[in-house]
């Protein structure tokens, strides 16, 4: 199995970018949160809530980080890189809560409209300043998650532009109840629950069949394939399957060798054609197993 500098990188790179994202979410949440109760803005509350589930999330990603990097031992083989998965599961399953949340509350006030408020203007300010900070910190981390190939940090970053997009929503509302419409507010609220709802139901999805063993894409796996294949020695390949671990992928294959060769020849032939796999920085492992291949006779038709 593989173990280089890229692996030690992409923890560094996921430690410091998270770290930067708690930092930014802690004072995000805390002004959202505080403002939104003394200008009366509902959607504003919801807000804060929902950067307090990003620092929640912040630190799932970093226990995940620190756990998948433990190497493998008796009891996980072939690593532990599916801490990875587990916390991007953990995260969607979060934003389905915090969403779920948003809705019943914000129904609760469309439902009983003698609660709703007048709504400062210092809410709509502290929201545009949220939107901003909000879509710099996505661009930010969505950068590193690709630098870094790791699609745990993606999920993350994209956590952080369900919270722009709910700022967005919420300026909306927070104008809209200003002019005077003061449904505007919950209404924005709704909305954004309604966002990260359906953002955290496609998180735990994709998690979810990550762990039960989801193949690599289509692309990868001809990749792989074409690899195999033009391995000197290798006939044919037939049963290649591959599995997630983290981001990174298990590869077992049949390959097929000239049935005249040695156990010698067979088994370099393979080790030169998992090593060729394994140049790739995002197969973890290869399993090669070695089936006799018999040339058949060209037929000229006697």
Partial sequence: MRNDNKYHERSVAAKKSTLISVVVNFFLSFTQILTGLFS????????????????????????????????SDSDHHYGHWRYENGASMILGMLLVAVGAGMLWSAIGKLMHP??????????????????????????????????????????????????????????????????????????????????????????????????????????????????????????????????????????????????NLSVRDGHDIAIAARERVLQNNDVLNVMVHIDPFTAKEPDYGI
């Fill in 114 to 259: 003698e609660r709703l408020s007048e709504v400062h203007s210092a809410a709509l300010w502290v929201a545009l300043a949220a939107l901003i900070v909000k879509e710099s910190l996505f661009r930010y981390m969505l950068s590193v998650a690709k630098r870094v190939q790791s699609s745990l940090l993606v999920a993350n970053a994209w956590h952080a532009r369900s919270d722009a997009a709910s700022s967005v929503v919420v300026a909306v509302g927070i104008i809209g109840t200003l002019a005077g419409y003061h449904w505007f507010d919950p209404v924005a609220a709704f909305a954004v629950g309604i966002l990260i709802l359906r953002m955290g139901y496609s998180f735990a999805y994709d998690a979810m069949h990550d762990l039960m063993d989801r193949s690599a894409d289509q692309d990868k796996e001809h990749e792989i394939k074409t690899i195999l294949l033009s391995t000197p020695g290798v006939a044919g390949l037939h049963d290649l399957k591959t599995r997630k671990a983290g981001d990174l992928i298990l590869v077992d294959v049949h390959l097929e060798v000239q049935e």
């Fill in 40 to 71: 009366g803005s509902q959607g504003l509350i919801a807000d804060g809530i929902h950067s307090l589930s990003d620092l929640i999330a912040d630190f799932v990603v970093l226990f995940a980080n620190k756990k998948s990097r433990k190497p």
